[in-house]
């Protein structure tokens, strides 16, 4: 047995399952929360009736989130919400129906807690990771063994460790590391691994923008995101009325890490991913894109649709107008993003810069309703993944970028380097 | 024996089951229809019960959607072999009672006729010889398949009790 110093992610496992558990270990753990959305969920609640556990273990943390069709563009999805309520107020779950946000982006202003072992019916749950807990995505049936038992199995996961030192330079954002680090390991790089943020450049980096690059590595292939809670967590839990709940971590210092990469934040530039894959990443100066016509610029999802994210951009196109030939969505990820963003007069600037406001949702990302693009047209998105079909499309081809760069593209027409308009 | 449909790599579960046919995941007849038809279209209204969905690397990245492997199962195919999976597809994969081998799928064409004996731990190419060992499931895993699924594991037991 190995006795160097335990991970983030085998910290919160090993608290979890009180013993010191170490990777590649399988473990049955607690689960501290546990949410489906409205794509997954039907699937869950239809498995745990077939399982004989239709009820919820610990009902006030098992949460139903409507965000993927929200509200519903078709009578089948309309259907799928009816028995989604039903089955919540049957066995007491939570429910966030139409117009409350993403549910990665609302579990984390309302129940994601330090030290917490999450589980949801969504990929971009690793999103949690950003509090310092184990937030991990599984299938429908894991989630409602999760919901219905309280508990699940897991491996304890090997460590990827990125290092980060130095401060981002104007018009880079976390969005432009992540896609920097996902073009270096690709998008198998990190598979059934943790990829675990910190130093320097982490630690003064606000939340928000930790939250971008715990939500994308799913996109590595990773199984969690951690960073660890610190005195940014604590802030962010008061200014969510939730002081109380924090707790601070750290991995050891002298913990066994599968491999460590380091990244000089200073460094970096604006990039973008090109169509196909999330990590295709090219240069937003690469002459390459130069000839692109932007048809559609959609600021929101998860990955980047944050007050901050959007302020960002309205403060950028302040004054401005958008490019003719280019359409500009913006879907706040949550009520509570939208409010921040109408309370700040944001939400006038983008209405005058020529943009149109969707209600709080997933919006255009996963390709259901809000902004499916047409056969040839090429999007700019600040959403988390572009492959083939992803925004309803399979004719249609998505290019990644930061909300940043959403801007400056927003005011061109073509994708164009931030650095120009901040 | 059955015929291999070959695929690349990252072949994502947008591909699978694209995100335009969402509002078919309550009626997932109609899903299956749709099977990886924006990898290959002719694949769903061609492929036989038996065959073999052959894919490269991280087969099945993206979203974790269940749906992926139900309606490949669904289509009636007996396994899906990569060289490797992403993990929550395959987690879903064994969750349904769908086989996902790892093994060095370069070995395999299109068209091949495919055996696979699964008390030995081993894919047989019929058409090239070609004959690829792959690694047992973890015990738990393994139980969970031995009951054709996680749902039917959990009906018959109970619990999550699996030995870890």
């Known amino acids: 047995m190995s006795t160097a110093g335990l ?6 496992l090993s608290a979890k399952v009180g013993r010191d558990v170490r990777s590649g270990e399988i473990v049955i753990s607690p689960v501290d929360l546990a949410y489906v959305q409205d794509g997954t969920g039907p699937l869950t609640f239809r498995q745990m009736e077939k399982m004989g556990i239709a009820k919820a273990m610990n009902p006030k943390r098992a949460v139903v989130f409507i965000d993927h069709a929200s509200p519903p563009p078709r009578k089948e999805l309309a259907q799928d919400h009816v028995y989604l309520r039903e089955f919540a107020a049957r066995t007491g ?11 990665h982006q609302v579990a984390f202003e309302k129940y994601v807690r330090p030290w917490d072992v999450v589980i949801g019916a969504d990929s971009h749950t690793v999103m949690g990771g950003a509090m310092g807990a184990f937030a991990t995505g599984m299938g429908s049936t894991d989630v409602g063994v999760a919901i219905g ?14 290092e980060v030192s130095g401060e981002l330079p104007r018009g880079v954002m976390s969005k432009d590391l992540i896609l920097r680090v996902l073009g270096d390991i690709r998008s198998d790089g990190a598979t059934y691994m943790s990829m675990e943020w910190g130093g320097s450049g982490i630690e003064r980096m606000p939340m928000h923008e930790r939250m971008t690059l715990s939500n994308m590595a799913i996109e590595g292939g990773g199984k969690c995101g951690p960073i660890a809670s610190d005195e940014e967590t604590r802030r962010y839990l008061v200014s969510h009325g939730r002081g109380e709940e924090w707790r601070p971590s750290a991995p050891d210092p002298d913990a066994a890490y599968a491999r460590v990469f380091d990244y000089d934040g200073a460094g970096l530039e604006p990039v973008v991913a090109t169509p196909g894959s999330e990590d295709n990443i090219v240069s937003v100066t690469d002459p390459s894109l130069r000839d692109v016509p932007i048809h559609e610029v959609y600021v929101g999802a998860c990955t980047n649709g944050r007050f901050e994210d959007i302020a960002a951009f309205a403060k950028a196109v302040r004054g401005k107008s958008k490019a003719p030939h280019t359409r500009v969505i913006v879907t706040p990820a949550s009520k509570e993003a939208y409010v921040l963003t109408l309370k700040s007069g944001h939400l006038e600037t983008l209405l005058e810069f020529g943009a149109m406001i969707n209600s709080p949702g997933c919006g255009a990302c996963p390709g259901v309703h809000g902004g499916i693009p ?5 999007v700019l998105s600040t959403q988390n993944r572009n492959y083939k079909g992803r925004m309803g499309n399979p004719n249609a081809f998505v290019y990644l970028g930061s909300p940043l760069t959403a801007a400056a593209t927003a005011m061109y027409g073509v994708i164009t380097d931030p650095r120009t308009v901040v | 024996m059955g015929r291999a449909w070959k695929f690349g790599d990252n072949i994502s579960t947008d591909l699978i089951s694209a995100g335009r046919y969402y509002h078919l995941r309550s009626n997932l007849p109609e899903l299956a229809k749709h099977t990886l038809e924006d990898a290959r279209p002719e694949f769903a209204a ?3 019960a038996g065959d073999f969905v052959v894919g490269g690397s991280n087969f099945g990245k993206g979203s974790s959607r269940e749906h992926a492997p139900v309606v490949i199962k669904m289509c009636g195919v007996r396994a899906v072999m990569a060289k490797s999976f992403a993990r929550i597809f395959y987690r879903n994969a064994i969750n349904n009672g769908l086989a996902a081998i790892v093994c060095d799928t370069d070995g395999i064409e299109e068209g091949d006729e495919i055996e696979v004996d699964f008390s030995r731990s081993v894919v047989q190419d019929r058409t090239n010889g070609k004959q690829f060992s792959f690694p047992p499931l973890p015990p738990v895993m393994e139980a969970i398949m031995a009951e054709g699924g996680l749902a039917e594991y959990i009906a018959r037991h109970g619990d999550l009790t699996i030995r870890a």
């Open chain 1, 7 to 12: 991970t983030l992610a085998e910290k919160f």
């Open chain 1, 93 to 103: 779950m939570v429910l966030h129906d139409i117009g409350d946000g993403v549910c």
């Open chain 1, 149 to 162: 038992l309280g508990k699940t199995w897991l491996r304890v996961p090997e460590t990827l460790r990125f």
């Open chain 1, 374 to 378: 047409g056969d040839g047209e090429n």
């Open chain 2, 46 to 48: 061609n492929v036989k």
